[in-house]
């Protein structure tokens, strides 16, 4: 051990000289570094869509891939509750197939601020989807959402008495 300290006493002591000396260069002494300076550029509100719908478009195309076949959607009933908005949040309802349940969880979870099943009857469970701050029922994210979910068999809507006790 006392030779290993020996050794690097000599070779720390060698470097020093070098360096005052002139005649050695540190390991980082050549190398340049090109600072970044932060800057604002305007995007025009249609390449913004399409940029979004672009990647919507894609995330719909990844889900696709990972069902195995098309399932049909659950069929809309009288008195489904689709979404339902107040100023603190919005509420998307989603009924998914027990069987593709995990894949839609996994895939909208972190598109809502909040998600909760709110009820399981005959093969499907039931979901309420919040986000907050409020959105519209109608806007692009909400019907590429709903997409998705179709393709897994699941639909938009809920029975309204599943939605009663959820707020």
Not at 93 to 113: A, K, L, M, R
Request: aromatic residues 8%; negative net charge.
């Amino acid at each position: 051990m006392e030779e290993f300290f020996g050794l690097l006493e000599r070779n720390l002591k060698a470097k020093y000289k070098s360096l005052q000396a002139g005649s050695i260069q540190p390991f980082l002494g050549s190398v340049v570094v090109d600072v970044a300076t932060p800057e604002t550029r305007a995007i025009p509100m249609n390449e913004l869509i399409l940029e979004r719908l672009d990647d919507l478009a894609k995330r719909i195309s990844r889900s696709e891939n990972r069902t195995s076949h098309f399932m049909p959607a659950r069929p809309r009933k009288a008195g489904d509750v689709l979404f339902r908005t107040n100023e603190e949040k919005s509420t998307a309802f989603y009924s998914v197939p027990t069987n593709s349940f995990d894949e839609v969880w996994g895939t909208i979870e972190n598109d809502y601020s909040t998600l909760q099943v709110i009820g399981e009857d005959d093969g499907l469970v039931y979901i309420a989807a919040s986000s907050t701050p409020s959105r519209s029922s109608e806007s692009a994210k909400e019907t590429a959402l709903a997409a998705m979910v179709r393709t897994f068999g699941g639909s938009l809507g809920v029975p309204e008495r599943y939605t009663k006790a959820y707020r």
